[in-house]
């Protein structure tokens, strides 16, 4: 089956390098397109898509990595004259589990199949293929593909209907903002009681507060580095899609503590110009909390 990847950024491009080097991808489309012809470059055995129509003409598995609902919703437009029956389209973005369902509801009517199948494993676990994956939609669909997914994820999850898939992705960004909370606050703690970093990331690390996070960004959040990763505008935006799913399920003004706090923080970060850093920009506010600056 032709097989595309559309956007390749922090982690769509290491996830179609990963399909390419396992001879399983054709065609990549990406909207700057330097990126598509870098990729081509590097991986010469796949082509750059001339248009999003051409690709969706041309490919019965499409995989979809782009920022945010809008911009899912306005590349299925484009692709949507195009699209042949029996297509599949498997989206790894992280959308709110409503767009999901109304994107499957309107490709199901012409014969498409769509599957939310949000990631959880940064950057690294992109490019070591070790991703772990939660999919809404059909399983049938689902089962067709699962030898391609084996290249790009290390734990494929069935959840249920369509908009399952974002629904946990949900719980997983609600459990990455309270571990960013813990870890940034933990470690400008220990700078603060001027311990050595290194031995603390290192023994704490091993012990029963040992996290991915600690693991992946402790040491570089310490030393002031905060390259993405994960951006700090793209947790912003998964953490308000989080608070309009608790809006749905709980009655009245109920919040949650974690992602309401969070959403501030990062909003603070965004102002200070720092929302394409890394989430761990966050230790930024919590060296201030011991120092009068
Ligand atoms: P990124 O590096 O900012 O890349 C975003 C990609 O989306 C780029 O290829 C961008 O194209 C494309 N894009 C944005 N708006 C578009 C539009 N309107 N039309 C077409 N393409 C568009 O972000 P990322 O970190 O790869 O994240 C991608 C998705 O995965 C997000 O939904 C994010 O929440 C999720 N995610 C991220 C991580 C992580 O650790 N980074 C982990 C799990 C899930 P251009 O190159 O032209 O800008």
Same mark, same amino acid.
């Given at each position: 089956?032709?097989?595309?990847?559309?956007?390749?950024?922090?982690? =769509?491009?290491?996830?179609?390098?990963?399909?390419?080097?396992?001879?399983? *991808?054709?065609?990549?489309?990406?909207?700057?397109?330097?990126? #598509?012809?870098?990729?081509?470059?590097?991986?010469?055995?796949?082509?750059?898509?001339?248009?999003?129509?051409?690709?969706?003409?041309?490919?019965?598995?499409?995989?979809?990595? +782009?920022?945010? /609902?809008?911009?899912?919703?306005?590349?299925?437009?484009?692709?949507?004259?195009?699209?042949?029956?029996?297509?599949?389209?498997? $989206?790894? !973005?992280?959308?709110?589990?409503?767009?999901?369902?109304?994107?499957?509801?309107?490709?199901?009517?012409?014969?498409?199949?769509? *599957?939310?199948?949000?990631?959880?494993?940064?950057?690294?676990?992109?490019?070591?293929?070790?991703?772990?994956?939660?999919?809404?939609?059909?399983?049938?669909?689902?089962?067709?593909?699962?030898?391609?997914?084996?290249?790009? !994820?290390?734990?494929?999850?069935?959840?249920?209907?369509?908009? !399952?898939?974002?629904?946990? &992705?949900?719980?997983?960004?609600?459990?990455?903002?309270?571990?960013?909370?813990? +870890?940034?606050?933990?470690?400008?703690?220990?700078?603060?009681?001027?311990?050595?970093?290194?031995? +603390?990331?290192?023994?704490?690390?091993?012990?029963? #507060?040992?996290?991915?996070?600690?693991?992946?960004?402790?040491?570089?959040?310490?030393?002031?580095?905060? $390259?993405?990763?994960?951006?700090?505008?793209?947790?912003? &935006?998964?953490?308000?899609?989080?608070?309009?799913?608790?809006?749905?399920?709980?009655?009245?003004?109920?919040?949650?503590?974690?992602?309401?706090?969070?959403?501030?923080?990062?909003?603070?970060?965004?102002?200070? =110009?720092?929302?394409?850093? /890394?989430?761990?920009?966050?230790?930024?506010?919590?060296?201030?909390?011991?120092?009068?600056?």
């Amino acid at each position: 089956m032709n097989t595309a990847f559309i956007g390749l950024g922090a982690m =769509g491009q290491p996830m179609a390098a990963k399909l390419a080097g396992a001879g399983c *991808l054709q065609q990549v489309w990406n909207r700057s397109s330097e990126k #598509a012809a870098a990729f081509v470059a590097a991986n010469p055995t796949v082509a750059m898509a001339p248009s999003l129509a051409e690709l969706a003409q041309h490919n019965q598995l499409i995989f979809t990595c +782009v920022s945010a /609902d809008d911009d899912l919703c306005e590349v299925i437009e484009v692709m949507l004259p195009t699209l042949q029956k029996g297509t599949i389209i498997i $989206d790894t !973005s992280t959308v709110s589990a409503t767009t999901s369902r109304d994107l499957a509801a309107t490709l199901s009517d012409i014969g498409v199949h769509f *599957l939310d199948a949000p990631v959880s494993g940064g950057v690294e676990g992109a490019i070591n293929g070790s991703l772990s994956m939660m999919v809404g939609g059909s399983e049938d669909v689902l089962d067709k593909i699962r030898p391609t997914l084996q290249h790009i !994820s290390a734990r494929v999850v069935y959840m249920g209907p369509s908009g !399952s898939g974002q629904s946990t &992705k949900a719980v997983n960004q609600i459990m990455a903002a309270g571990i960013n909370q813990a +870890v940034s606050e933990a470690l400008a703690f220990a700078e603060a009681a001027d311990l050595d970093m290194e031995k +603390v990331i290192e023994v704490v690390g091993g012990g029963a #507060a040992a996290n991915w996070f600690l693991q992946h960004r402790g040491a570089t959040m310490t030393q002031q580095q905060f $390259d993405p990763g994960f951006k700090v505008a793209l947790h912003h &935006k998964d953490l308000g899609l989080c608070k309009a799913m608790m809006e749905s399920l709980a009655d009245g003004d109920k919040a949650l503590p974690i992602v309401e706090m969070t959403l501030l923080h990062y909003q603070r970060l965004m102002d200070e =110009g720092y929302a394409e850093e /890394d989430i761990s920009s966050l230790f930024r506010l919590k060296r201030r909390l011991f120092s009068d600056d």
